[in-house]
């Protein structure tokens, strides 16, 4: 047997007992398999934690959580009872190691964020903002972000049953916190809606629609249908992903009698007019993947839909390891039938650094996966990079490892850049996480935050709005990034 570092071996996929918590003692199957229960007991804040858990978490971690969401949290708290139940699967709430185990669980670290997660030297990048991908600039109508040459993302809603701690559309999504404020639509979703269709029917280029939010599982499955049977009538969209992390966060909406029946119904037009329907979900663990989570998933390939693919993203603490990421692409293809698809790098919001990875990290990951899983089924590790899209991570045409600064380069150009000759010869910038970089490194980024007058780079400045901001890169290359905002 020769010795390998990642060894491979099926696991079974277990649904953790949701009777060991206190609060759910007395939740029966039935219960637990319902949709609506699960919506009704979501956890929303420090005390409904506090209910389910019983005693078995201490005042400290509520405290801890309480001040995060205060001082930093982008995104309120919701978790439903089926992400919760497999946080610390294998420690009783009543076991004295309770507390420990909740604090070092993947699942906690990024759907219950507590403050003493977050680095304190620099808890954003400077370049941190709340719509680091500029999504909201290059909407062709409200909600429509037209950002590569075929293909569109439609935001129908603001909404998931489940928030994530680092929410790239934290901008957008969710409710307010108590630090951030969050962007409305300025129209009424059925305008919204009308409009990004009559913008896709008169536009022939476009082939390929993400149909998002938030989360399409919390729009009423009507509205939903409508939309995608819309799309399936306009003849130049050939591609249809639904965006649902409550596949895996709420599949117990995947699988009720009115969702299957109406993806049949859509799978089945998809399948006559040639057209491909993919669900696109969001599982960051392992452990996240159990036996409900399959039936939900291989449930939604028995309506004929082509695929349902996952895409993932890369969090310190979470999944930053080779073994993490093998074991978590191994259960979604052997045991759920879904597709590894992606694994991003975290985005640059607010408050993420202690979750982002640096580029070399990234690239390292990648290369670690490699050759284990299938070909088709090997995730790509990408990094979303402002104003140019998904690149991956070995793409970068340059990295200063230093300052922690990559340079990327487009081929295609948006609507912002329709009148930009340059804008093809340009360098895009991304940047690592500060306090990841080499001595030298952190201490030029220091200095900076020194210099700045308007203390837009402390740890105490405010948030800017959208915008674009040029300045000539430390080698002197025209480099465009978005707009320094905070560090806070
Ligand atoms: S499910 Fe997606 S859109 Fe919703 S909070 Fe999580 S990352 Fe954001």
Same mark, same amino acid.
């Given at each position: ?87 610390? =699967? ?70 998931? =049953? ?15 916190? =108590? ?40 729009? =009423? ?268």
């Amino acid at each position: 047997m020769v010795d390998q570092p990642y060894v491979y071996r099926r696991r079974e996929l277990t649904e953790p007992d949701w009777r060991r918590f206190p609060g759910w003692a007395g939740v029966t199957q039935a219960e637990w398999e319902s949709a609506q229960w699960q919506r009704a007991h979501c956890v929303k804040n420090a005390r409904q934690l506090r209910e389910v858990t019983g005693a078995g978490l201490g005042e400290g971690f509520f405290g801890d959580l309480e001040r995060d969401q205060r001082e930093r949290a982008t995104m309120s708290m919701l978790v439903p009872p089926q992400m919760l139940n497999t946080i610390a =699967p294998a420690t009783a709430p009543e076991d004295r190691a309770f507390t420990d185990a909740f604090y070092a669980d993947p699942v906690r670290r990024y759907m219950i964020p507590v403050f003493s997660d977050r680095r304190a030297d620099w808890p954003s990048h400077p370049y941190a903002q709340r719509d680091s991908l500029h999504e909201a600039e290059m909407w062709a109508v409200e909600g429509l972000t037209h950002r590569y040459p075929t293909k569109v993302l439609a935001e129908l809603l603001p909404t998931c =049953p489940q928030y994530c701690g680092h929410c790239t559309r934290m901008d957008l999504v969710g409710n307010p916190t =108590p630090l951030f404020g969050k962007q409305k639509f300025a129209l009424a979703r059925g305008d919204r809606l009308t409009a990004m269709l009559d913008y896709l029917r008169r536009t022939p280029g476009v082939r390929d629609v993400v149909v998002s939010g938030g989360d399409v599982a919390n729009l =009423p499955w009507p509205r939903l249908e409508s939309f995608v049977a819309s799309l399936l009538e306009i003849e130049n969209i050939r591609d249809i992903r639904l965006a649902s992390k409550a596949l895996m966060g709420l599949p117990q909406h995947w699988l009720s009698g009115e969702v299957r029946a109406g993806m049949s119904r859509l799978g089945t037009v998809a399948r006559s007019r040639g057209v491909n329907i993919a669900i696109h979900t969001h599982v960051n663990a392992a452990q996240s993947v159990t036996p409900l989570v399959a039936r939900a998933a291989r449930a939604m390939l028995d309506t004929g839909i082509r695929d349902v693919r996952n895409q993932g993203v890369l969090l310190r603490g979470v999944n930053d390891s080779a073994g993490a990421l093998l074991d978590l692409c191994f259960s979604l293809l052997d045991e759920a039938g879904v597709m590894p698809y992606y694994f991003y790098m975290c985005d640059m919001i607010p408050g993420s650094e202690h979750w982002r990875l640096t580029l070399r990290e990234g690239q390292s990951l990648q290369q670690e996966i490699m050759g284990y899983l299938p070909g088709f089924a090997t995730p790509r590790v990408v990094c979303d990079v402002p104003y140019v899209g998904k690149r991956w991570v070995h793409q970068a045409a340059r990295y200063d490892t230093s300052l922690g600064i990559s340079y990327w380069a487009k081929n295609y150009r948006t609507a912002l850049e329709a009148d930009d000759p340059l804008a093809l010869g340009r360098e895009y910038a991304y940047y690592d996480p500060i306090y990841m970089l080499p001595e030298d490194g952190q201490a030029w980024w220091r200095a900076r935050a020194r210099r700045s007058e308007h203390s837009q780079y402390s740890e105490h400045s405010q948030y800017s709005e959208h915008g674009q901001y040029s300045e000539h890169g430390t080698e002197g290359a025209a480099v465009t990034t978005a707009a320094p905002s905070a560090a806070g």
